[in-house]
């Protein structure tokens, strides 16, 4: 029998190269992340995969499931761990190879498997791994999976079983990217930056782009594990900059941004001025809102207030639905109220019928945007942007703060709201209107103006989040506030990058 998995153990000894260690906080709300060699090993990828295998049979899932790697040193001797797992319990696995996570979910419809398991990191700093399951397409894991499947890899409650296999899928890429650019080619002359921070986006992304016809300039689209200008993460301010400086120099009409693993999209207009992902969200929206009126819009509790209250959309019937952040939360949000598509804040867009297949992909994502560019013929990208109404936004902000005591700060937070709400008190100066906690607190005051602070599901960090439509003034105020009560709270640090 495989031995049951440890929670530490020690480097370059004998009990390291012979039993597995798993730490328990790696198995988060949606999908799997651990520091490689400090709170996982080979071995514990290995309980990992058998644990997986396990958890299909008990859901009834036929064993037979696809996979992929990301580009980073580790990736594929993880990737080759987590199948041997896998069957050793009765699992067919097809190994895409090196590929982007929504790559992987393609493969799931491709292939018609019903299980996926991509092996990436996202875009976390390079020490980190990770694992994005599913076992029915188009939706992956969320907390009621990662907790069954927790509990049998912690408790050893493997399953073995004959008939698993290993193929892999030759030149499978190919036959995504095909997919992909099955659809008429853009009408309108573009020139496009594609940033990929030598990612894996790069052996895809200006292909891609270049089959819909429009004019690539390749930014860090070379491969390289070592992340040598800046993290592959269109949500951080480095990356962006590095896109806005290329779009000025190269005058491109657009900058599209790809994160490590190819499920994200970053945007920056023909000024050079970065739009944050939920204001895309609502661009966006207005486009397929023409085409598709009385739409639905599922966005996370990080997004601007616009989806609820631009009055083109209201105009057009649209209706939006705040829900908790999170790729699977979106996802099987977006699948249950059959919405035509959802946002995500840090980049994560998900197309349903008939313009997607339901799952995020990046690239599905940037042809969207230049589809739409492509239907305003007359109309730059900040044109379309500056047609938002306005409202002054934070990045997503994000102190540190350990796994083991973030959802802990984010309740004593909660309820320190919640008991101002109701003694009348005020926020920047203001009566509070609304708390929502779907997902965390949002908390919103009479002028429209709101603060989010909630926890990471998969970095040791608190996420922060604030926006007024009334002036900058009261969006620092409410940052302002809203710090002052996470910083009641011992084991808050820093943040990344602030307003």
């Known amino acids: 029998m495989y031995p049951k998995p440890a929670a530490h ?41 058998l644990g997986l295998g396990t958890l299909l049979h008990e859901m009834g899932v036929k064993p037979e499931l696809a996979t992929g790697h990301d580009y980073r040193s580790y990736s594929a001797s993880i990737k080759y761990a987590l199948v041997t797992g896998l069957m050793a319990a009765g699992v067919k696995v097809h190994d895409i190879g090196l590929a982007l996570s929504p790559m992987a979910y393609f493969a799931q419809f491709e292939l018609d498997v019903p299980a996926v398991a991509m092996v990436t990191a996202s875009h976390n700093d390079n020490g980190w791994t990770g694992v994005k399951m599913g076992a029915q397409r188009p939706v992956t894991f969320g907390p ?31 036959r995504y990217l095909a997919d992909l650019a099955n659809r008429p ?90 739009i944050f992902a939920d204001k895309i969200g ?73 313009i997607g297949r339901g799952y995020d992909d990046g690239l599905l994502t940037a042809i969207h945007v230049l589809e739409m560019l492509d239907r305003n013929p007359t109309k730059t990208m900040a044109q379309l942007y500056g047609e938002l109404p306005k409202t002054w936004g934070s990045p997503t902000m994000s102190p540190h703060c350990a796994d083991e005591v973030k959802y802990g700060v984010v309740d004593k937070v909660t309820e320190a709201f919640k008991a101002m709400h109701a003694r009348g008190d005020k926020l920047i100066g203001q009566t509070i209107t609304d708390i929502v906690t779907v997902n965390g607190v949002r908390v919103m005051v009479e002028d429209g ?22 002036s900058e003034a009261s969006m620092r105020a409410m940052f302002k506030d809203v710090d002052a009560q996470i910083r009641k709270h011992e084991g808050v640090g820093a943040y990344n990058q602030t307003i």
């Not at 069954?148 to 290993?166: K, M, P, T």
């Not at 930056?193 to 782009?209: E, H, S, Y």
């Not at 661009?283 to 990080?302: E, G, Q, W």
């Open 9 to 49: 153990l020690t480097p370059n000894t004998y009990a390291y190269e012979s039993s597995p260690m798993v730490k328990a906080t790696g198995f988060r709300e949606y999908d799997a992340r651990w520091l490689f060699e400090k709170e996982i090993n080979l071995m514990g990828v290995q309980a990992l995969g």
């Open 144 to 174: 009621d999976e990662m907790g069954r499947l927790r509990d049998i890899v912690l408790e050893g409650r493997f399953r073995y079983a004959d008939g698993g296999s290993y193929r892999f899928v030759e030149n499978f890429p190919a």
């Open 449 to 470: 103006t709101w603060g989010l602070v909630r926890a990471s599901s998969n970095k040791p960090e608190l996420v922060v989040v604030v926006e007024s439509p009334a």
């Open 282 to 354: 609502v661009m966006l929206a207005r486009d397929l809102s023409k085409i598709y009126p009385n739409s639905t819009f599922v966005v996370d509790v990080k997004s601007t207030g616009l989806f609820a209250t631009d009055p083109v959309l209201r105009e057009r019937g649209v209706k939006a639905d705040y829900w908790k952040t999170g790729h699977s939360y979106i996802k099987r949000r977006v699948t249950d109220l059959k919405a035509l598509a959802g946002f995500e804040k840090s980049g994560h867009f998900f197309f349903n019928a008939p």
């Open 185 to 274: 080619k853009l009408s309108r002359k573009l020139k496009v930056v594609a940033a990929c921070g030598n990612g894996t986006a790069g052996a895809f992304a200006p292909q891609m782009l270049e089959a819909l016809g429009v004019e690539v300039v390749p930014m860090d689209t070379n491969l390289d594990y070592t992340f040598p200008h800046y993290n592959p993460n269109p949500e951080d301010m480095e990356m962006l900059h590095a896109m806005a400086k290329a779009v000025k120099e190269s005058g491109a009409d657009v900058g599209l941004g790809f994160d490590g693993d190819g499920d994200r999209c970053g945007v920056v207009d023909n000024n050079g001025d970065e």
